[in-house]
């Protein structure tokens, strides 16, 4: 993997050069980071019954549906400061420029925390340094770019999953140096977005970053829990319909290889997604992925299928197919506003179908999963106090296919939900913001199905090769049968709210057991944070 400097050098050339190439004109493009616990602040907003936004599509550009939102949010608790270090410290950009033709800020990012696993005795630590660039030309032309360098020793069961996959979740490879003790990781990523409105109804968006499809914590079409992608993305807004089509350059860290370009085998995945908002209450839309790899497992080379390229909804399914390299995906995502600023949600995703066998609960013909959810803003008429819970479930062998390499995974992590398949969730989350301070708290429960061996697969791990036999079962939870409980809690203290600089404290608890094992987590963190981003835990 490149190194920090190095993918930086590019974004800012490639920055500089549409800079000064870009028109002006009067569409809005502006990149909003995506962040769970930012985007809890603009709930009261989105899913107001007075507007028919589109909320299942982030990251979000700020409109004027949530523009004032933001702008409160971005000067929470700032007030007039007579010294330049007070005013960067504590209400500005490190850089910021404003003009009539243009914008620019720049910040340098830190995560600074320790930690104790009291089950463990072990001490934990983060030590991270970055940056964070963005800015508009006119209000067609955005970009946003961050960058990390990290350090780290984890809790146990965070670096058993990184020991495992030679992979941060959702970030980047796990370096490895002679001397280094087993249990720090080191590693670095970047994201870079450039943003283009060509009409007020058309954007295009080039860079590495992630994206999420859903109106819950989770999602099972497409999550933002694996690494960011390189991808080219377009979204077209057709009065009530809102149309998204995005494809993307992946890679598999541990298929065997067939050439020397680049560190792995590669794989393209190509999504659609269209959004109807059918009033101001419900909206319903449909979804459809592919992903092909270059090669099959003899190093055979399927050639260009002009359906990949193909903007049109199910296009991707039309194609010869070759030798079963393909992994299609159908499903569908719904909301309806129960009430004003309260919403119930769901998804369902179609992997393997076949109708005259879809209400068997044992039928390798139908592999899927759903979720149902509520959430909302402002409960009991305090603002800013945010609700949501949650049911996700994934049968067996779901996301995974004959080729390894056609798996719904990037690096190893799934697209989708983190458990990856064969497992049943149910989550609550409550956040609470008022004036500096921001609470948030959050409970899980699992059950999932487990190999106790290397050599099984009981369909949760998703890269592994999906061979059905006349033996093969598809009941969630089959196989190891294990349980989850999981935890969380923090509270931070807002320094800077231009970049999220914020005191925080918190606190996890994490128990996993089964017949094998049982083991237990119970931490305190304290740190000084910065930056908008998701970093999950709860796995």
Same mark, same amino acid.
């Given at each position: 993997?490149?190194?920090?400097?190095?993918?930086?050098?590019?974004?800012?050339?490639?920055?500089?050069?549409?800079?000064?190439?870009?028109?002006?004109?009067?569409?809005?493009?502006?990149?909003?980071?995506?962040?769970?616990?930012?985007?809890?602040?603009?709930?009261?907003?989105?899913?107001?019954?007075?507007?028919?936004?589109?909320?299942?599509?982030?990251?979000? $550009?700020?409109?004027?549906?949530?523009?004032?939102?933001?702008?409160?949010?971005?000067?929470? /608790?700032?007030?007039?400061? @007579?010294?330049?270090?007070?005013?960067?410290?504590?209400?500005?950009?490190?850089?910021?420029?404003?003009?009539?033709?243009?914008?620019?800020?720049?910040?340098?990012?830190?995560?600074?925390?320790? %930690?104790?696993?009291?089950?463990?005795?072990?001490?934990?630590?983060?030590?991270?340094? #970055?940056?964070?660039? %963005? #800015?508009?030309?006119?209000?067609?032309?955005?970009?946003?770019? !961050?960058?990390?360098?990290? &350090?780290?020793?984890?809790?146990?069961?965070?670096?058993?999953?990184?020991?495992?996959?030679?992979?941060?979740?959702? +970030?980047?490879?796990?370096?490895?140096?002679? %001397? +280094?003790?087993?249990?720090?990781?080191?590693?670095?990523?970047?994201?870079?977005?450039?943003?283009?409105?060509?009409?007020?109804?058309?954007?295009?968006?080039?860079?590495?970053?992630?994206?999420?499809? %859903?109106?819950?914590?989770?999602?099972?079409?497409?999550?933002?829990?694996?690494?960011?992608?390189?991808?080219? =993305?377009?979204?077209?807004?057709?009065?009530?319909?809102?149309?998204?089509?995005?494809?993307?350059?992946?890679?598999?860290?541990?298929?065997?290889?067939?050439?020397?370009?680049?560190?792995?085998?590669?794989?393209?995945?190509?999504?659609?997604?269209?959004?109807? &908002?059918?009033?101001?209450?419900? !909206?319903?839309?449909?979804?459809?992925?592919?992903?092909?790899?270059?090669?099959?497992?003899?190093?055979?080379?399927?050639?260009?299928?002009?359906?990949?390229?193909?903007?049109?909804?199910?296009?991707?399914?039309?194609?010869?197919?070759?030798?079963? =390299?393909?992994?299609?995906?159908?499903?569908?995502?719904? =909301?309806? @506003?129960?009430?004003?600023?309260?919403?119930?949600?769901?998804?369902?995703?179609?992997?393997?179908?076949?109708?005259?066998?879809?209400?068997?609960?044992?039928?390798?013909?139908?592999?899927?999963?759903? +979720?149902? /959810?509520?959430?909302?803003?402002?409960?009991?008429?305090?603002?800013?106090?945010?609700?949501?819970?949650?049911?996700?479930?994934?049968?067996?062998?779901?996301?995974?296919?004959?080729?390894?390499?056609? !798996?719904? !995974?990037?690096?190893?992590?799934?697209?989708?939900?983190?458990?990856?398949?064969?497992?049943?969730?149910? $989550?609550?989350?409550?956040?609470?913001?008022? #004036?500096?301070?921001?609470?948030?708290? +959050?409970?899980?429960?699992?059950?999932?199905?487990?190999?106790?061996?290397?050599?099984?697969?009981?369909? =949760?791990?998703?890269?592994?090769?999906?061979?059905?036999?006349?033996?093969?079962?598809?009941?969630?939870?089959?196989?190891?049968?294990?349980?989850?409980?999981?935890?969380?809690?923090?509270?931070?203290?807002?320094?800077?709210?231009?970049?999220?600089?914020?005191?925080?404290?918190?606190?996890?608890?994490?128990?996993?057991?089964?017949?094998?094992?049982?083991?237990?987590?119970?931490?305190?963190?304290?740190?000084?944070?910065?930056?908008?981003?998701?970093?999950?835990?709860?796995?």
């Amino acid at each position: 993997m490149q190194n920090i400097y190095s993918l930086s050098f590019r974004t800012t050339f490639i920055i500089a050069l549409i800079v000064f190439t870009s028109q002006l004109s009067k569409a809005q493009s502006v990149y909003l980071p995506n962040s769970y616990q930012l985007y809890q602040k603009f709930n009261s907003d989105i899913y107001s019954v007075k507007n028919s936004v589109h909320t299942s599509l982030r990251p979000f $550009l700020i409109d004027s549906t949530i523009l004032h939102t933001y702008d409160s949010v971005m000067n929470v /608790g700032v007030k007039d400061r @007579k010294t330049w270090g007070g005013r960067k410290l504590f209400n500005e950009h490190l850089f910021d420029v404003k003009t009539k033709e243009y914008t620019f800020y720049a910040d340098y990012i830190t995560d600074l925390q320790i %930690g104790r696993d009291f089950n463990g005795s072990r001490s934990t630590n983060l030590n991270t340094r #970055g940056y964070q660039i %963005g #800015g508009t030309v006119g209000n067609k032309f955005s970009f946003y770019t !961050s960058g990390f360098e990290n &350090s780290a020793k984890f809790v146990s069961y965070y670096n058993d999953y990184i020991t495992a996959g030679g992979f941060v979740p959702g +970030q980047a490879y796990a370096r490895k140096y002679t %001397g +280094q003790a087993r249990n720090s990781q080191d590693w670095s990523y970047v994201t870079a977005i450039l943003s283009y409105s060509v009409t007020k109804k058309l954007n295009i968006t080039l860079g590495e970053d992630k994206m999420f499809i %859903g109106d819950g914590y989770r999602s099972v079409l497409l999550s933002d829990f694996a690494a960011n992608m390189p991808l080219l =993305k377009l979204t077209a807004d057709l009065g009530p319909v809102r149309y998204m089509v995005a494809w993307a350059y992946i890679e598999d860290i541990k298929q065997p290889k067939f050439d020397n370009f680049g560190s792995n085998r590669r794989k393209w995945a190509l999504f659609h997604y269209i959004d109807w &908002s059918i009033n101001k209450r419900a !909206s319903f839309g449909m979804f459809n992925a592919l992903i092909t790899p270059e090669a099959d497992n003899q190093g055979n080379r399927a050639g260009f299928d002009a359906n990949f390229v193909n903007p049109i909804l199910f296009a991707s399914s039309l194609g010869p197919g070759g030798y079963q =390299k393909d992994n299609v995906f159908l499903g569908f995502n719904a =909301k309806y @506003k129960i009430f004003d600023k309260a919403a119930l949600y769901g998804q369902i995703m179609f992997d393997r179908f076949k109708g005259s066998d879809f209400f068997s609960g044992n039928s390798t013909d139908n592999t899927n999963g759903w +979720q149902l /959810g509520i959430r909302g803003a402002d409960i009991f008429k305090v603002k800013r106090l945010n609700y949501l819970f949650e049911y996700n479930t994934v049968k067996p062998y779901t996301y995974s296919n004959q080729q390894s390499i056609s !798996s719904y !995974s990037f690096y190893g992590d799934p697209l989708a939900h983190p458990y990856g398949a064969n497992f049943r969730e149910l $989550l609550g989350i409550l956040n609470y913001s008022v #004036g500096r301070f921001d609470f948030q708290g +959050q409970l899980n429960y699992a059950k999932y199905g487990l190999d106790a061996t290397k050599a099984e697969n009981n369909g =949760k791990i998703i890269t592994k090769p999906f061979i059905p036999s006349v033996n093969t079962t598809t009941n969630v939870g089959q196989g190891l049968s294990t349980q989850l409980y999981y935890g969380e809690g923090t509270v931070a203290y807002i320094l800077n709210p231009k970049y999220n600089l914020r005191l925080e404290l918190g606190a996890l608890y994490r128990q996993e057991k089964n017949d094998q094992k049982n083991s237990k987590n119970t931490m305190i963190t304290f740190g000084i944070r910065s930056s908008f981003r998701n970093l999950y835990h709860d796995f």
